[in-house]
């Protein structure tokens, strides 16, 4: 029996077609997890879209008129009204948490343990900075300007109901990513990954391939908020 | 297979065509590509049986729940078919209570029911040891997939014991009418219901997940994707039309609530009630038509698919014949699939949506009957000629193919926009799907439970009695809907609790009691099943190993019933296709997929 070697797998077209017609994997070289996040994802890309298309139905069949979004979202600094100032910080914090998440994961795969887990810690930190602007934004809409689910002063009702909703809806998975950065974050820091530790509830042996399945999630939940910015904040 | 997979280099099989083109391929057993499944071995009862984490038990748990629930919705029909045949005798259904039987029973039957036993129980229970894998690839998330679907299950069932009772909008749950004051369960109901699906939702989530990892990347060495059963396929496409339209219901779910709750106006329009204009407005009810027919649309054929896999291979093995055209079921599985993302809108035709819509919308419908009519044919090819035995199994199939072509040819009507209009929302929709995706998908859950229980128990079941609930099914559900669909064509409306004496009912009144009785005797019929089923445990005839002479690897275990890691020491490799019966040439009636070609030699086979 011959000894499977991945690299001498026909490339381009012809090993699509190969590793299609062939036993055992589809994807070949790409573990379990890997290969159910991006399906996982596939499926979220789905309720985000759905999410977002409602909104765009929404914005063209209400009859009263969409409130201006960058006054809605502006900030006065030093009385100068600066528009989309607060989302422009978000959305730098929360892509550049996407690029701590990448070496966080190149660490990782060069078993660089304690390096790993600090850029862990870094992406969680950013993720939570993200949320807390973003509790921030939304206290400001509710107290300040009295916008509710059902109601805003603006004009479309449905405009806060769909914001509440999706960016809601956004940060809950930035929230639930932040909440698995931290435990990841404690377990590189405790070795798990080196010494292939039992999972407390699967009973799974550890791996690095872990902190790459979760920076796939982490990469979509951020290139989620580059359309919702654009749906929302832009358009 | 093309002259250029042979030659390839990596997948070396060379095959000596002099000696005639038929001698077997040299022995080629490809090299392991990763490590063995990391097991969970369960040590105690409560971990080995309750909180399980193999997907046999899971399966099994996944079915027995649904069956459960969807003996509630069997109940909940005869309560509607009492009243719409005795409206006199019977007076114990108010209105209210009938709306939220015919919403209940919708719901539980096609999403509880359907959904959960044929993804969840028969996916758990065969695509692991179909594909030759020792389990899910991820236990403990399929563990509490089963968990959050039995939470959704008694969510749903709570919705019956708060104030106001379980909705009452019909299955379609159309706002606003569901989320106002004058449907039953508008206030409580409702929020339940929709929070039920979502968890529904979110557990068959994780299981999916599973079973489309598991089929893609755990197969056995020598299991290509064009060697699995059609079992198999069928279930996997139907998971992964679950895992992108599911999305589309969770999305309307989590909106309605919204608007059910903290008073959003998404489905919402302005309202006038009692001559005073409703605070909430503005918002679009064909929008959650659309999010609800882009799941609603793939779910029929959720269901389908599994039933049509299934079917093939129960038509093959009772036959002793290969499946005719296994390729081409295997692509029309997967273009019905694509297809049935497009057509969502043939339930919206009377909604007064743009009538270029419908035209696009029923070009998409009709074309989606060229793959199904392959398949019919296919089977219908398979047992031409075929060694037919006729078994439970086959009779049931046998019944699925005439139900499913009868509410097929009953769905090119409704397809079409001009047929469509007069005949939406009669007797003749309901008698249409409920072939289509009732009946028919039903005859081939029987047909296999029949065929693989005792591979799960290791006893038949009680054949007396399965010829008996065979036919008294089959022809009980012609002797409930062919009536429908006249009734249909005469008018009568559907979801109308009572008639009163209007002139297009007097003619069916007959009709409507004789659809009763029927109902009624089908209906026990069913406990009489459930009762062969619990009883064959311990009373049913043993079962020797591979009592159908079947090929594919679930019977090939080496414990039978398979146990925990189901195949053993070893994993088995795979050589063939499952549907080498009546091979010419061979001494053999039927050759397993793990059996290597130097086993016979003298078999002409096609290598696939």
């Known amino acids: 029996m011959s000894q499977f070697d991945i690299s001498k797998l026909p490339q381009g077209p012809k090993g699509f077609v190969h590793d299609l017609g062939s036993d055992q994997r589809v994807f070949k070289g790409v573990p379990w997890g890997k290969a159910m996040m991006w399906i996982f994802l596939l499926s979220d890309t789905f309720i985000f879209s759905c999410f977002l298309i409602s909104l765009m139905t929404a914005r063209a069949s209400t009859v009263v008129p969409w409130p201006n979004a960058s006054e ?22 929360l892509i550049t948490s996407s690029g701590t998440m990448a070496i966080a994961v190149k660490f990782g795969y060069e078993k660089r343990r304690k390096l790993c887990a600090w ?45 509440f909703m999706v960016t809601g809806f956004h940060g809950t998975h930035v929230s639930i990513g932040v909440i698995f950065l931290l435990i990841f974050a404690r377990k590189t820091f405790r070795g798990d990954f080196d010494t292939g530790r039992k999972g407390y509830f699967t009973s799974m042996k550890s791996n690095y391939e872990a902190i790459e399945i979760l920076g796939l999630y982490w990469h979509f939940v951020d290139l989620v908020w580059v359309f919702i910015f654009a749906f929302f904040y832009l358009w | 297979m093309s002259e250029e997979y042979k030659d390839n280099k990596i997948e070396a099989k060379s095959a000596d065509s002099s000696s005639g083109g038929y001698a077997p391929p040299a022995e080629h057993i490809p090299a392991k590509e990763a490590p063995e499944q990391e097991l969970y071995h369960a040590k105690s009862f409560w971990t080995k049986w309750v909180f399980s984490q193999d997907a046999k038990v899971i399966g099994v748990q996944y079915a027995l729940t649904a069956t459960a629930i969807g003996l509630i919705g069997l109940v909940l029909s005869w309560g509607m078919r009492l009243q719409l045949g005795f409206p006199e005798t019977f007076s114990f259904l108010g209105p209210a209570t009938y709306y939220q039987s015919v919403t209940m029973h919708g719901m539980i039957m096609v999403i509880y029911l359907l959904t959960a036993l044929f993804l969840g129980g028969f996916g758990n229970y065969l695509i692991p040891l179909m594909v030759g894998a020792r389990d899910m690839v991820f236990p403990y998330v399929n563990m509490v997939s089963y968990w959050m679907f039995l939470a959704a299950v008694l969510v749903l069932i709570a919705s019956f014991f708060v104030p106001g ?64 059963p059609l079992t198999v396929w069928g279930i996997f496409t139907a998971t992964v039309l679950a895992l992108l339209a599911f999305p589309a219901l969770f999305v309307a779910a989590i909106m309605m ?137 086959m009779l049931f199939s046998l019944g699925f193919i005439v139900t499913f072509v009868n509410g097929g040819i009953t769905g090119l009507f409704l397809g079409n926009v001009i047929i ?10 309901v008698a249409h799907f409920h072939m289509v995706m009732g009946i028919a998908p039903l005859m081939v859950v029987f047909g296999a439970i029949y065929h693989w229980y005792p591979l799960i128990t290791g006893r038949h079941l009680n054949q007396t009695l399965g010829k008996i609930h065979f036919w008294v099914t089959f022809l009980g559900a012609y002797a409930i809907y062919f009536p429908m669909h006249y009734l249909g064509f005469i008018g009568v409306p559907r979801r109308y609790f009572e008639m009163y004496d209007s002139p297009y009912m007097t003619s069916g009144v007959g009709l409507n009691q004789f659809i009763t009785v029927a109902a009624l005797i089908v209906g026990f019929t069913q406990i009489l099943f ?65 059996v290597p070609p130097s086993q016979v030699p003298t078999a002409k086979v096609e290598i696939t």
């Open chain 2, 165 to 228: 009772g379980p909705t009452g909008a019909g299955w379609t749950l159309y706002p606003p009418q569901a989320i106002l004051p004058g449907t039953p369960g508008s206030e409580y109901g409702i929020v339940l219901m929709l929070v039920s699906l979502a968890m529904f939702i979110i557990g068959f989530t994780m299981g999916g997940l599973n079973y489309v990892i598991t089929v893609l990347q755990a197969r056995t060495r020598g299991m290509t994707l064009m060697r699995m």
């Open chain 2, 530 to 594: 459930l009762y062969n089923i619990f009883s064959s445990v311990f009373k049913g005839e043993k079962s020797e190993r591979n009592p159908w002479k079947a090929n594919s690897l679930e019977w090939h275990t080496p414990d039978y019933p398979p146990t925990h890691g189901n195949f053993g020491k070893e994993l088995p490799v795979v050589y063939r296709w499952p549907y080498d019966f009546s091979v010419p040439g061979s001494d053999k009636e039927y050759i397993p997929q793990n």
């Open chain 2, 257 to 393: 609530t919204l608007d059910s709750m903290l008073g959003t106006s998404f489905f919402m329009p302005d309202i006038f009630t009692m001559g005073e204009k409703l605070k909430t407005g503005g918002g679009s009810p064909i929008l959650f038509q659309h999010l609800f027919w882009f799941f609603g649309h793939p779910e029929v054929y959720i269901v389908a698919l599994p039933a049509f896999g299934i079917v093939s291979d129960l038509i093959s093995v009772h036959a002793r014949k290969n499946i005719f055209g296994y390729r081409m079921m295997v692509w029309a599985i997967v273009i019905i699939g694509a297809l049935s993302f497009i057509v969502w809108a043939h339930h919206m035709y009377v909604s007064g949506m743009n009538p270029y819509f419908g035209f696009f919308f029923a070009t998409t419908t009709l074309i989606i009957a060229v793959p199904t009519a392959i398949k019919v044919y296919n089977w219908v090819l398979t047992l031409w000629r075929g060694n037919i035995h006729l078994t439970i199994p």
């Open chain 1, 119 to 163: 850029f862990l810690v870094a992406t969680a930190l950013g993720g939570l900075t993200f949320v807390g602007m973003q509790a921030f934004e939304w206290s400001k809409l509710i107290f300040h300007d009295g916008v509710r689910p059902w109601y805003n002063p603006f004009g479309a009702h449905q405009f806060g109901s769909f914001f």
């Open chain 1, 72 to 93: 809605v979202f502006g900030l006065t600094v030093f009385g100068t009204p600066v528009p989309l100032l607060l989302i422009a910080i978000m959305t730098f914090v």
């Open chain 2, 420 to 429: 469509d209009i007069p005949l939406s929302d009669t007797y003749f929709v």
